[in-house]
């Protein structure tokens, strides 16, 4: 294992859109960096690119080339993508490691994929971190968030550099190590699946504006400016003032409309819902989410369901602060969902999850970022009933003023026909979640009828089957 005491040296294979933008922040950062790439005339070009930043770069053929060339102990960081190239290059570095080596995973694993590589090279003598980097090309070059899995004495040799090229919130890095094995990588894909819902909820109320309130995109993107000035602060919201407000410059037309409505996805918030699945926790507004962008994908179903239905959809007599608070209430409880999920994957694998401090290092760098989740560490540091986000004091004010507006939104949107299934799951959700006596009896009811599964009776009296068992 390296020590804090004993400096490593650095590597990183795959130059791609992360990896060339994490490297030139490594290097911008004071360290020298070893890298390599696949193809292995780009690491010239990248070199040449770096311009002042050149001379702490060394580059390699070969992945590696690049490790038997580095002094011990080494700090190989893989930026490839998730899935085989990983197991690859693992296995090509493997013959060359030694103990006190130590290889970081720092694309968008999947974290069984973690648990298992840990496993495999602790089994070996050696180290391995997972490492979830949040961000996107921007915050890779000039601070990511950064969400650490594995052993706290790897963690400790490689924190001084992953501290430095991290984002910082009032100076702290937003940078931790958070569990064991596959802990980061499990917190970057819950968070990526809380940005699908928050993504998802942005495009249903600009589609709310556009088609039910018909304004035009350059008007519904000063909104989203202007909401970027209050609560629901955030880089989403503020990029997506800028998405709006852009020009297509072959067309003169508003940028939106030459876009094609069908959204791409990655992996990282349908493996949020299948582990949510997994662990019996009810991720609804996420899973919402991944189906809209299934649907948006669906373009030629689409088109023909328009034309076979032909259906009509009306005007929203809704506010802007109606849409802006329903928009908040909807991020609260979708954030929930997510915390939920992380509470739920804490105690199954042993992780120990510290919420407030997920939220503290996703407060600058990641995607995520918000006001909100500054309000949501506090909020956590305070203690949350049930360990429930949304039961937080903090959160439950914030709801109360909040939830009228998205009833309301919801109900005209459902009236005048046009979708909104993350904004209504995240009030189904509410809905479901502040009712103490529910309607699940006549489910238990049904299925004791039909498989004599038993209840339970609210008075604790025995007699757990009902007249049909005799
Ligand atoms: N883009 C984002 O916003 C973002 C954000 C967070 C995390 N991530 C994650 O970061 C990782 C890298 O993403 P990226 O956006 O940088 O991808 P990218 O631009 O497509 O670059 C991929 C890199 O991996 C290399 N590569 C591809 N297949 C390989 C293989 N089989 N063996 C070895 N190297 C291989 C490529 O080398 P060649 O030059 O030879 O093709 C290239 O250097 C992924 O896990 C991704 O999910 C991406």
């Given at each position: 294992m390296t020590s804090p005491e004993t400096s490593p040296s650095f590597g990183l294979f795959g130059l791609g859109t992360m990896g060339s933008a994490l490297a030139l922040n490594i290097v911008d950062n004071g360290f020298e960096l070893h890298v390599a790439n696949r193809s292995a005339a780009r690491v010239d070009d990248f070199i040449t690119e770096a311009g002042?930043?050149?001379?702490?770069?060394?580059?390699?053929?070969?992945?590696?080339?690049?490790?038997?060339?580095?002094?011990?102990?080494?700090?190989?960081?893989?930026?490839?993508?998730a899935g085989a190239a990983v197991d690859a290059s693992i296995a090509d570095l493997k013959p060359h490691l030694q103990p006190?080596?130590?290889?970081?995973?720092?694309?968008n694993a999947d974290f069984?994929?973690?648990?298992?590589?840990?496993a495999e090279m602790e089994q070996a003598g050696l180290a391995f971190l997972g490492m979830g980097v949040s961000g996107g090309e921007d915050g890779a070059r000039n601070g990511p968030?950064?969400?650490?899995?594995?052993?706290?004495?790897?963690?400790?040799?490689?924190?001084?550099?992953?501290?430095?090229?991290?984002?910082?919130?009032?100076?702290?890095?937003?940078?931790?190590r958070l569990g064991t094995d596959g802990a980061g990588h499990f917190v970057k894909t819950v968070h990526n699946g809380i940005e699908y819902a928050d993504m998802q909820?942005?495009?249903?109320?600009?589609?709310?504006?556009?088609?039910?309130k018909s304004m035009d995109p350059a008007a519904i993107g000063q909104v989203f400016d202007r909401w970027n000035t209050g609560p629901l602060k955030s880089y989403l919201v503020e990029i997506t003032g800028a998405v709006l407000g852009a020009t297509d410059s072959a067309t003169n037309a508003p940028l939106v409309d030459v876009i094609v409505d069908a959204a791409g996805q990655k992996g990282t918030g349908r493996w949020t819902v299948i582990e949510a699945l997994k662990l019996g926790v009810a991720a609804s507004t996420i899973e919402a989410a991944v189906g809209a962008r299934v649907w948006s994908a669906d373009r030629d179903g689409r088109a023909v369901g328009e034309a076979l239905f032909a259906p009509t959809r009306g005007d929203v007599d809704l506010s802007e602060a109606?849409?802006?608070?329903?928009?908040?209430?909807?991020?609260?409880?979708?954030?929930s969902q997510g915390f939920d999920l992380l509470t739920a994957a804490s105690a199954q694998f042993d992780w120990a999850l510290d919420m407030a401090r997920i939220s503290e290092i996703w407060r600058a760098g990641c995607i995520i970022r918000s006001a909100l989740l500054d309000d949501i560490a506090t909020a956590f540091r305070a203690g949350a009933p049930e360990g429930k986000l949304a039961f937080a004091p903090a959160m439950v004010d914030q709801l109360n003023a909040t939830i009228p507006a998205l009833r309301r939104l919801v109900g005209a949107a459902i009236t005048a026909g046009h979708p909104v299934p993350v904004l209504s799951n995240a009030l189904q959700w509410?809905?479901?979640?502040?009712?103490?006596?529910?309607?699940?009896?006549?489910?238990?009811?049904?299925?004791?009828?039909?498989?004599?599964?038993?209840?339970?009776?609210?008075?604790?009296?025995?007699?757990?089957?009902?007249?049909?068992a005799d």
């Open positions: 002042a930043l050149a001379n702490k770069l060394t580059g390699h053929n070969s992945l590696v080339a690049m490790a038997q060339a580095m002094p011990n102990p080494r700090v190989i960081i893989l930026m490839v993508p006190g080596d130590v290889v970081i995973d720092a694309g069984n994929e973690t648990r298992r590589r840990t968030s950064i969400m650490v899995g594995g052993t706290q004495s790897v963690w400790q040799g490689v924190r001084p550099l992953v501290d430095a090229i991290a984002a910082k919130f009032d100076g702290a890095p937003c940078a931790d909820v942005i495009a249903e109320t600009y589609g709310l504006m556009r088609r039910g109606d849409i802006e608070q329903a928009m908040l209430a909807a991020r609260i409880i979708g954030h509410f809905d479901g979640m502040t009712q103490a006596r529910g309607s699940a009896d006549v489910i238990q009811g049904q299925r004791d009828y039909f498989g004599r599964h038993g209840f339970d009776r609210v008075d604790g009296l025995p007699g757990r089957h009902g007249p049909w």
